[in-house]
């Protein structure tokens, strides 16, 4: 299997614009996770989904921030409209067994919001 | 306070050398303990998993879970530069599915 992809690997915008990120998760995972990681507050969990429904979306920072997985082998995560505050490394994970902690990680998107 | 505590170092050491990395956790309720190990602009993989209390060995890296004091350590002997990386504590209450992450501690192994 060739694991997490993540799209696009490196994404640099204006303040204002539209950003969307991508994943497809590992074939046969039942979760989906979205993470944001930052220099100052680590490794943050955004939002995650079982069975393509969104169960815990408490860690969206703001309403600019929405996720949605149409189905199991596709996610996006969307900030609209983007900031510099944004800036971060954006990582997809994906796991098999709900509760048992081991998390799939893809390679991750960094973001650069000008 | 965060859930989960961990010093985010940088730690430099020799190759050779005994590395201790230490995470502390303030909610009861974890049962499950990880550890994940991010190189630099990669994804983090899990490393070393534990349930409860007690000790796991796997090769050079050991992992320690003392739930009476909260206390997570990772130790890894005979340290090599390729071990230099992002080493990233983590917990999880059972049947839940949120990982809650330490900060990190950045590792680097000189030779």
């Known amino acids: 299997d060739a694991g997490v992809i993540q799209s696009p690997r490196h994404e640099v915008t204006e303040m204002g614009q539209e950003v969307t990120l991508r994943c497809k998760p590992i074939?046969?995972?039942?979760?989906l996770f979205w993470y944001r990681q930052t220099m100052m507050r680590g490794l943050e969990l955004l939002i995650y989904?079982?069975?393509?429904?969104?169960?815990?979306d408490s860690g969206m920072p703001e309403d600019r921030f929405s996720a949605k997985m149409p189905n199991a082998s596709f996610s996006t995560l969307k900030i609209q409209p983007s900031e510099p505050r944004d800036s971060a490394v954006y990582f997809c994970a994906s796991s098999l067994i709900a509760g048992e902690g081991e998390q799939f990680f893809g390679p991750g998107t960094r973001l650069t919001v000008l | 306070q965060k859930e989960v505590e961990q010093d985010p170092g940088p730690l430099s050491v020799p190759e050779g050398a005994i590395v201790s990395l230490n995470c502390t956790y303030s909610?009861?309720?974890?049962?499950?303990f990880m550890w994940y190990r991010q190189y630099s602009r990669k994804g983090p993989e899990l490393l070393m998993y534990t349930y409860s209390s007690g000790n796991k060995e796997d090769g050079r890296f050991t992992a320690q879970v003392d739930k009476s004091s909260k206390y997570i350590s990772l130790f890894i002997r005979d340290s090599q530069p390729s071990d230099s990386a992002t080493y990233l504590c983590a917990a999880i209450i059972q049947g839940a599915q949120k990982l809650v992450f330490g900060q990190g501690t950045r590792l680097t192994i000189n030779p």
């Open positions: 989904f079982n069975n393509n429904v969104p169960i815990d």
């Open positions: 074939s046969g995972h039942n979760s």
């Open positions: 909610n009861s309720a974890f049962q499950y």
